[in-house]
């Protein structure tokens, strides 16, 4: 079992920057492709990032691309996300997530979530 713990959400205006953290426990998260996911009030969860178990590739959905960054330390344990430019639209419960998967599967299925840290981004 792997239970992930985000911190680092709040409220944050548009253009500003937050830094998301994900701090496993009980297994080591070497062995695990790393995720981040969000869901907006009356929206389906979505695909923010991902890092592969050496941290060396990273996939990001289209609107991330050039404003987040995914990283890893595997000797903490923990999961980042650094988010910069914001916008409202980003505002979201932020989930991470940890998969067994192999990269270049097509539907990878993730085994761990987070409760969840919430991002509000204001006009």
């Known amino acids: 079992q792997v239970q992930l713990v985000e911190s680092g959400g709040g409220l944050v205006q548009a253009g500003g920057s937050l830094r998301l953290s994900c701090s496993a426990f009980g297994r080591t998260i070497r062995t695990y492709i790393m995720g981040w996911f969000r869901q907006a009030p009356g929206k389906e969860r979505e695909f923010v990032a991902r890092?592969?178990?050496?941290?060396?590739?990273?996939t990001y959905a289209d609107s991330e691309k050039g404003r987040f960054v995914i990283s890893r330390d595997n000797a903490k344990n923990t999961l980042y996300l650094q988010m910069n430019s914001l916008k409202p639209d980003d505002t979201a419960v932020y989930y991470c997530?940890?998969?067994?998967?192999?990269?270049?599967?097509?539907?990878?299925?993730?085994?761990?979530w987070g409760q969840g840290t919430q991002v509000t981004v204001s006009p």
């Open positions: 890092v592969s178990r050496s941290g060396g590739y990273t």
């Open positions: 997530a940890a998969s067994s998967s192999l990269w270049d599967s097509p539907h990878p299925k993730y085994d761990y």
